[in-house]
């Protein structure tokens, strides 16, 4: 199965402060259809996960566009520009390349 | 609006087996698998599997496939999830997610004598 390591564990940001969150996966996640299923969601707490981005950069219609998406092959980073109280929570990047879909095991963003 | 709503807490003995309901709502069911994720208390989330609603057909992985199995009612444009055997292991929340786009609200399941 492929490994998805997230880091750092947790943040401790200011309203206004940047952030920014490792994914790092054990195998390439490019597909064979020239396309990277990297992935990021957001479990607010007592919540069920949202979608944030798909395919390493896209942003759901809804997303602010403080939140953004980079990487290729095994290295991938979320980043906010500027953190607001909504954002706090876990994030979790997950891949849909490779069966059995995996999940990094999250990073916690909580505000100072 | 895309919705999938859950059904309620289930508690289950040791041994005995469950099954959790998720109704889709606001889209044409047959369109998008629909998949399920496990989050045990306190912990990250692991994918079970995916069911396509047009054919029926299944994948899951591998450690879950003794352990879960999925159906769909098309005529009702539920997805279903049925786990047995249940040990402490299964105390968890479960969510379905059409194609990870849109996740239900989470069923908790606790597994009890």
């Known amino acids: 199965d492929v490994v998805m390591t997230q880091t750092p564990v947790s943040l401790s940001l200011a309203i206004g402060q940047p952030a920014s969150i490792s994914c790092k996966s054990s195998?390439?996640?490019?597909?064979?259809?020239?396309?990277?299923?990297l992935n990021w969601i957001l479990q607010r707490p007592g919540q069920s996960p949202k979608r944030l981005i798909y395919?390493?950069?896209k942003l759901y219609s809804e997303v602010p566009d403080r939140f953004s998406g980079s990487g290729s092959e095994t290295e991938f980073t979320l980043k906010i520009s500027r953190v607001e109280a909504e954002d706090l929570g876990v994030y979790y990047c997950?891949?849909?390349?490779?069966?059995?879909?995996?999940f990094g095991a999250g990073t916690k963003l909580e505000l100072k | 609006e895309v919705q999938l709503q859950q059904s309620g807490p289930e508690v289950g003995r040791p041994g005995s087996s469950v099954k959790i309901s998720c109704k889709a709502s606001?889209?044409?069911?047959?369109?998008?698998?629909m998949n399920w994720v496990k989050q045990s208390p306190g912990q990250g989330l692991e994918w079970i599997g995916w069911?396509?609603?047009?054919?029926?057909?299944?994948d899951y992985a591998e450690k879950f496939k003794k352990k879960a199995t999925l159906t769909a009612d098309t005529s009702s444009s539920t997805a279903y999830i049925q786990l047995s055997s249940l040990t402490s292991e299964d105390t968890a929340t479960y969510f379905c997610?059409?194609?990870?786009?849109?996740w239900g609200q989470g069923a908790s399941v606790t597994v009890s004598s």
């Open positions: 069911i396509d609603p047009e054919y029926g057909s299944t």
């Open positions: 395919q390493v950069s």
């Open positions: 195998q390439s996640l490019l597909g064979t259809s020239g396309k990277t299923f």
């Open positions: 997610a059409r194609v990870m786009d849109a």
């Open positions: 606001g889209y044409t069911f047959t369109d998008y698998v």
């Open positions: 997950w891949q849909g390349t490779h069966f059995p879909y995996t």
